[in-house]
Each structure stands twice: as C-alpha cells, then as structure tokens.
C-alpha cells in the first residue's frame, strides 16, 4: 500500500511550509527550501523524526512546549501544515487521536498517519492474555474486550515513547516508512535510523544500569505518563496524583491515597511534571514534606537540556536516581 504514498511524494507535487516554530528544526539557513514536510504531535516524536530524516525533510510539531497534548486541538496553522505534509507521525492508541481527525479533515485521504505505538508492536502488549492471538483482526473472540475503542479511559497506557525499548523498535519501523514517502533520501534516512536506533539501544542500556539498585523501589508521579518506563525497568508507580481522563485536576480521595503511598513507603519525593499547574504537587509536599522534583515526558526544543529526545530521557533517568536516592 506504501507505493502509491511514493508515487505522490515522487511527483514532487509537496511544498514545505516556510519553516517551523522552533529554530531547533529549522534547517541551515533558515529557507525550507521546497522540502517535504513531516508533522508530528508531540515533541519527542518531533525529535526521533526529525533525527530520521535529517536534512531531508522539515518537521512541524504540533504540540507547543508546555502544554500537555491531552486534549489538545490543532490550529489554524497546523491545518495547513497538515494539508502539505506526506506523513503524520502520532503516538496511537487514541492518545493523540485528535490529530488524527485533523488529518482526515485537512488532508487527502492518502496521507499516512504513523502510530509509533502500532509501529513498536506496543499497541495491545498490556493484554497478556492476547500473547499468542497475533492475528488482531479477529477481536471478535475477544468478547470481553468490547472497549477497544476507548484506550484513553480503560486500554493499555498510550505512552508508550517513555519506553526506549518499545522506541528502538518503532524508530526502525518509521525509517523504512519515512524511506519510501522521501525516496529521494532514502538511503540518508536509512543511515540516520541505524545510528538513531543505536542511540536508543544506549539510553536503553543507562537506564538499565543505573536503575538496577533501585529495583523495586516505589515512586508518586503526576499523571501516568512513566507507567511503562517503570514497568520496564524495575520500579512500581505506588500511585498518580490525576487520572488520566483529567490531569491536572486531583480529588481529595487521590491525596489521600498519595499521602498514605509516601506515607507506607517512606518515600521522600514526588515527580511533577512541568505542563501542569504545581497546585497538586504542592498540596502534597504542605502534607507529608517530600521533595518535589520533575520527570519530563513532552521536553522542549528550546531547553539545551531536554531538546532532543534521548537528552529528555537521559534527564528524567537523572531526575529518577537523585529522586531515590534521598535518603
Ligand atoms: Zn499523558
């Protein structure tokens, strides 16, 4: 199916918008210069497509910094980002599903949108009992998963890109994808993916490393954004300060269950995060006197720190062992 996606590309047909919102992925001397345009939700996805496609291609994030993508609604402007682009790269499993709705509107209906979820084979893993039922097609077995359709609420956690095992995977996906939509930069993009995939497969391996002492240790962190990284490496998420159907906002029953958590696992942090309001936080912090310190799972293309995403996640793994390690 990817072929007639080529042919379109091939026709030269697509004008890049004039640059982007962040200097970070504006190209060298500031002109796009008639490249294809990539759009992307979030910007951790920005950052692994645009490392993908290197000078290939100009990549417009949706998502700006500081504002959490639960919820979002595109603008103007990404309308019209969307209509020129060759490819949407999304999360999936309905965690950014508005931009897929915004493609469907903007776009042609050959447009791909990429789920990075579906492309690391992280869509339906949450589902044990489905281990060997490879064949996803026939979910009409599967009776008693009628809320297939509502993962935001009750499905597997949609934040997958937390995971860097689950990234390595998908980014080979993606390159191969991206490969046939820019043909032209194939062969670019195919080195730009094997020496991106190795550096995922090193902050896989840090993050192994240096959480291997903290194995099983307890963590408080804002909303359910680091479920996954925790399950894959050791840790136990005791408890959210906000649901997910609405972060940011925190029930006195979610305090109380916080501050029994700090309470019975001694523990002497929370991680916040910063696209929400520090109210929650604090509200803890007045009660029991943790620490509150930060996990990032969006970062910022205008933050030297976290402006790509393996420094992100390199942060957040700092975050983590100076957060256990308060003693
Ligand atoms: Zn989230």
Not at 144 to 166: I, M, S
């Amino acid at each position: 199916m990817w072929t007639k996606y080529v042919m379109i590309v091939a026709i030269g047909a697509v004008l890049a918008v004039a640059g982007c919102d962040r200097e970070a992925q504006s190209p060298p001397g500031g002109a796009s210069g008639g490249r294809p345009v990539v759009v992307a939700t979030i910007w951790p996805v920005a950052s692994l497509v645009q490392q993908i496609v290197g000078e290939a291609a100009d990549v417009r994030c949706l998502v700006p910094p500081g504002i959490t993508p639960h919820g979002f609604e595109p603008t103007g402007r990404d309308a019209e980002a969307m209509r020129r682009c060759v490819a949407l790269v999304c999360v999936g499993m309905n965690f950014d599903g508005w931009a897929d709705g915004s493609l469907r509107r903007f776009a042609g209906k050959d447009t791909p949108s990429l789920h990075l979820a579906e492309l690391a084979g992280g869509d339906h893993d949450d589902h044990d009992e489905h281990a060997q039922a490879d064949d996803h097609t026939e979910h009409a077995e599967h009776a008693e998963h009628d809320d297939h359709d509502d993962h935001d609420h009750t499905g597997p956690n949609p934040h997958v890109w937390v995971d860097p095992v689950l990234m390595h995977e998908a980014v080979i996906k993606l390159g191969e994808q991206l490969s046939k939509l820019i043909p032209d930069a194939a062969e670019d993009i195919y080195q730009n993916t094997q020496h991106l995939a190795d550096e995922l497969a090193a902050v896989d391996a840090a993050y192994r490393k240096e959480l291997e002492p903290f194995k099983g240790r307890n963590i408080v962190t804002y909303h359910n954004a680091f479920d996954r990284m925790a399950e894959r490496y050791g840790l136990h998420v005791a408890v959210t300060l906000t649901p997910i159907d609405a972060p940011g906002a925190m029930t006195p029953k979610r305090m109380e269950q916080a501050i029994e958590a700090i309470d019975k696992y001694k523990l002497r942090v929370l991680f916040a995060e910063p696209q929400f309001p520090e109210d929650a936080a604090s509200a803890v912090r007045a009660e029991t006197g943790v620490q509150v310190m930060t996990l990032d799972p969006i970062g910022d293309a205008n933050d030297p720190q976290r402006d790509t995403y393996q420094k992100l996640m390199r942060y957040n793994l700092d975050m983590l062992i100076k957060g256990l390690s308060i003693q």
